[in-house]
């Protein structure tokens, strides 16, 4: 299977830790960045990362910086399509996302989104855990990037609202550790017990 652009979904406002980026939060010895992009780099064919404001902040990563092109912080979807726009105009058939503060995210994420891919009509496939949904990682085909961009401005915000019309299959990971997220001062200090 030929590997897919992955886009690191950095672009909300991390009220919950109090604002500012958590990816760049030490975990360990680095950055949950860093984390993310050691599990999600080698699954890659390329990254970019989706993160809104200066962009300099994160120079040091080496990654494109793409920002969302519906403003207001509109959720991961726009996201999404800001990674499916860079990725078209790259000639790229697909993108998978993963959030930006997830470091146990699964070595094996992008082939099993790719098996799961093959069972839906659109050629689009979402994680999910025992816990439940995991819409921030996904593969999402390009041709659908003016779909979302319609549903987007015509107000629609929720994941599943928009995988559902087009017959997204799931994948189900075993681990509800791989998709742990950081959101709260708390989170990181449970997310240094399990490195």
């Known amino acids: 299977m030929i590997q897919p652009l992955g886009v690191i979904l950095a672009g909300g406002q991390a009220t919950r830790m109090g604002g500012g980026d958590k990816g760049l939060l030490i975990l360990g010895d680095r950055t949950i960045l860093s984390h993310v992009i050691g599990r999600f780099d080698p699954q890659c064919a390329g990254l ?7 962009g300099r902040r994160f120079t040091n990563l080496n990654l494109p910086i793409i920002a969302d092109s519906i403003p207001g ?6 996201g999404v399509l800001a990674g499916l726009d860079w990725a078209a105009d790259q000639g790229a058939s697909h993108i998978v996302t993963a959030a930006a503060d997830t470091p146990f995210l699964p070595c094996d994420l992008v082939p099993q989104l790719q098996l799961a891919a093959e069972n839906s009509p659109s050629g689009m496939a979402l994680a999910a855990s025992p816990s439940g949904r995991q819409p921030t990682f996904g593969l999402w085909p390009t041709a ?6 319609a549903a987007l401005l015509g107000g629609l915000r929720k994941v599943v609202l928009w995988t559902s019309r087009h017959g997204a299959a799931t994948v189900e990971f075993s681990d509800d550790a791989a998709f742990f997220n950081v959101n709260t001062p708390a989170d990181l200090d449970q997310a240094r017990g399990l490195l």
């Open 144 to 149: 659908l990037r003016d779909d979302l961009r």
């Open 73 to 78: 912080f509109a959720g991961p979807l726009c």
């Open 48 to 54: 970019a990362l989706n993160a809104n404001g200066d």
